[in-house]
Each structure stands twice: as structure tokens, then as C-alpha cells.
T-cell receptor
Framework: EAQVTQNPRYLITVTGKKLTVTCSQNMNHEYMSWYRQDPGLGLRQIYY???????DKGDVPEGYKVSRKEKRNFPLILESPSPNQTSLYFCASSTFQGHQPQHFGDGTRLSIL | KQEVTQIPAALSVPEGENLVLNCSFT??????LQWFRQDPGKGLTSLLL?????REQTSGRLNASLDKSSGRSTLYIAASQPGDSATYLC??????????????FGQGTILTVHP
């Protein structure tokens, strides 16, 4: 089954404790992206990757890091999480050409205390 | 900077009604536009994708149109059902350049279809 898998689905942690949210896709997609969704602000893009070793900033990259060492994985790293990063996070993937729709994971709800 | 607006923010209709959701965008230089559905606590499910060269796409009871020059798209849902209740989001992908990978979303329309 074609899918985008995020882990963990839920996490409560404390300020400053480094964390990683993993994202994996099994569709051999070149393009992967991270979004955060906040009430009243909608979905905003954090980082995206057009292919292995190619990443670029979205609209709200501050406080986040990403890496793309393998085609299937695109982890989101919060080196020193802060309460304003409490949000619902989504990973997505698609083919590079963009002719095909983007596939989304089920989301990760992060609470930073 | 691309801005995407969806109207109305919320819509409540009785079962069986035909309805239209609207999406407008400020920069017409788009590669494609995609409509998604989001159920509570879930991720986004792609409904329809329209390339910039297309005028409309259909899938079952759903029809999406695109007028790129005026910066508008509509999602038409025929014979609505309670199972259609969800948040509907539109998103645009820019046409090339360094912003090719960026997707800009509207805030969504919360649809409730009551029996």
C-alpha cells in the first residue's frame, strides 16, 4: 500500500530537549515536504526536498532542521524545541514533476511544555 | 508572495444539496492547484489536481474548475452526503523558478452535511 508514515503520532516533551520526527514514504517519490498546521494560520510549509541531498526552506523554517540522505526518508529535527513549536505536523511526498498529487502522512501532534 | 483564500470559512447544508466551495489566489503563475479533504485528527487526502493548462477535473460527485487568469478555482460537490463532512483545502504550486517546491494552502472550508 502506498503510504507516507510519520512517527511518533503524538509526543509531549519539554523545552530544549532535542527531538526528531521521522517520515518515510514507499512510493519512490523525489519530492518530500514538511508542514505545520495551526488554528487560524492553516498549513504552512517548513522545509522541502526536491531529491536526495537537496533541501530548501519553506515559509517557516526557523527552529527546524531537515536532512535527506535517502530517497525514502525525510526526518524533521527540532534541536532545541520551544513552546511555540507546539503544533500538528504533516509530512508529504510526490513525484518531482508535480503532475501527481501530493500524499500526506497522518500527522504528528507535538506538545512542547 | 502567493496568498490563497477560501470562502466560505464554514458551510452547513442539508443532505442532498449541491454546493460550491471557492478558492482564490493572488499570483496566477501557478503550476497546478490541488483540492484536499481533511477529516478530524487525520492527514490530508487528495481529491483533485488541476494542471495550469486544464480547465476542470472530475471525480465521481466532485468537479473542480480552474480559471488561472482570474485566480480562482471552485470545487463543486453534487448531491452532498453526511460522509462529505470534513474540512476542504485548496493548495497552489508555483510555476517554476526557485519556488517550485513551495505549496501554499488556503485556510480551508469546514463543511457539515446534516441528514
Amino acid at each position: 500500500e502506498a503510504q507516507v508514515t510519520q512517527n511518533p503520532r503524538y509526543l509531549i516533551t519539554v523545552t530544549g530537549k532535542k527531538l526528531t520526527v521521522t517520515c518515510s514514504q514507499n512510493m519512490n517519490h523525489e519530492y518530500m515536504s514538511w508542514y505545520r498546521q495551526d488554528p487560524g494560520l492553516g498549513l504552512r510549509q517548513i522545509y522541502y526536498s526536491m531529491n536526495v541531498e537537496v533541501t530548501d526552506k519553506g515559509d517557516v523554517p526557523e527552529g527546524y532542521k531537515v536532512s535527506r540522505k535517502e530517497k525514502r526518508n525525510f526526518p524533521l529535527i527540532l534541536e532545541s524545541p520551544s513552546p511555540n513549536q507546539t503544533s500538528l505536523y504533516f509530512c508529504a511526498s510526490s513525484t518531482f514533476q508535480g503532475h501527481q498529487p501530493q500524499h500526506f502522512g497522518d500527522g504528528t501532534r507535538l506538545s512542547i511544555l | 508572495k502567493q496568498e490563497v483564500t477560501q470562502i466560505p470559512a464554514a458551510l452547513s447544508v442539508p443532505e442532498g444539496e449541491n454546493l460550491v466551495l471557492n478558492c482564490s489566489f493572488t499570483d496566477s503563475a501557478i503550476y497546478n492547484l490541488q483540492w484536499f479533504r481533511q477529516d478530524p485528527g487525520k492527514g490530508l487526502t487528495s481529491l483533485l489536481l488541476i494542471q495550469s493548462s486544464q480547465r476542470e477535473q472530475t471525480s465521481g460527485r466532485l468537479n473542480a474548475s480552474l480559471d488561472k487568469s482570474s485566480g480562482r478555482s471552485t470545487l463543486y460537490i453534487a448531491a452532498s452526503q453526511p460522509g462529505d463532512s470534513a474540512t476542504y483545502l485548496c493548495a497552489v504550486r508555483p510555476a517554476g523558478g526557485t519556488s517550485y517546491g513551495k505549496l501554499t494552502f488556503g485556510q480551508g472550508t469546514i463543511l457539515t452535511v446534516h441528514p
